[in-house]
């Protein structure tokens, strides 16, 4: 049809040895992070792209186009070296153990990319308090580093970009996006600013408004204080609750230029002169809310651009 079509597949299967990774450290080492050799990974997917001209005149210079890319990756644990085995068992440590959030851990036959906390059957409406489920199925009030199994993965089933792009004469509209659908993500939002928050502080309206306080409440969050009135411990480990599913579509950018004519900028001696217009990170449409910016600067940014040749 003229190439008003184009369509790419690639399927990869690819082993990495000796892989790389970056583990987070104690502020009191002086350092954040060191690398560690964590052994053998196993990486197998397939990727599209699709790329249709709804609109093609050459003699008129009017195009229109639109490309969907999707990915489906799967990576799997083959080897891992004894200090990544050394690091699971102090992470499985039950005495004194506080994991505010989920810690790596890397095990054979598992993804790297695994979510590691213990089970939540909710918030017990009698008391206010977590109910676990410990590997072995038992309910419990008491959270265990032990009973910490996968609850989700981060890798999305499907990811990639879409974008569309329209030109007429020198007249160019582009726009830009990304997307991911079956991702997990621990709400580390809703465990910060909600349940771990410390309450001398301005907080969050849920942290009195959503949590449970008088018995037979049915609420996502447990209470401050129990029935008789002890405070329960704000200290929420790791736990199942806060796994969401992460689908999301960002629009990552807008831009529109146009490119004056030559008879127009001619009698300045210029050529080639463009003006432009562009828009980053303007919208997200995602299933779950969670603060952004925290660990990695986000902005808005709108840039303004003209460039020309003498």
Avoid: C
Wanted: hydrophobic share 35%; charged share 20%; proline share 3%.
């Amino acid at each position: 049809w003229n190439e008003r079509i184009v369509l790419r597949l690639d399927a990869y299967r690819e082993i990495t040895n000796d892989l790389l990774l970056d583990i987070t450290t104690p502020p009191s080492l002086g350092v954040s992070a060191y690398k560690e050799n964590i052994g053998k990974l196993l990486n197998t997917g397939v990727e599209g792209t699709l790329t249709a001209f709804i609109i093609k005149k050459d003699k008129q210079s009017i195009f229109w186009n639109v490309m969907v890319n999707a990915i489906h990756n799967k990576n799997e644990i083959k080897e891992i070296s004894n200090p990544l085995r050394t690091m699971n068992e102090k992470n499985d440590a039950t005495t004194g153990t506080l994991q505010t959030r989920p810690q790596l851990r890397f095990e054979e036959g598992q993804s790297v990319n695994a979510i590691w906390a213990v089970r939540s059957a909710g918030i017990d409406p009698s008391n206010g308090k977590e109910v676990y489920i410990t590997r072995s199925g038992e309910l419990t009030y008491n959270w265990n580093a032990a009973d910490k199994v996968i609850v989700g993965d981060a890798l999305a089933n499907i990811s990639g970009n879409l974008g569309t792009q329209f030109s007429y004469k020198g007249l160019q509209l582009s726009v830009y996006g990304s997307y991911q659908l079956g991702g997990k993500l621990y709400n580390q939002t809703l465990a910060d600013r909600v349940e771990n928050a410390d309450i001398r502080y301005n907080v969050d309206e849920r942290v009195l408004l959503g949590r449970w306080i008088n018995p037979g409440d049915v609420t996502f969050f447990k209470g401050l204080r129990d029935i008789n009135g002890n405070t329960v411990s704000t200290a929420t480990n790791a736990t199942s609750r806060f796994v969401q599913t992460n689908n999301f579509l960002d629009l990552e950018s807008i831009s529109l230029s146009y490119i004056i004519p030559n008879r127009i900028t001619a009698k300045w001696s210029l050529q080639n002169t463009r003006v432009g217009f562009q828009v980053n990170n303007l919208a997200r449409i995602s299933s779950i809310q969670v603060e952004r910016g925290l660990s990695y600067p986000f902005a808005r940014n709108f840039t303004f651009n003209l460039t020309t040749a003498f």
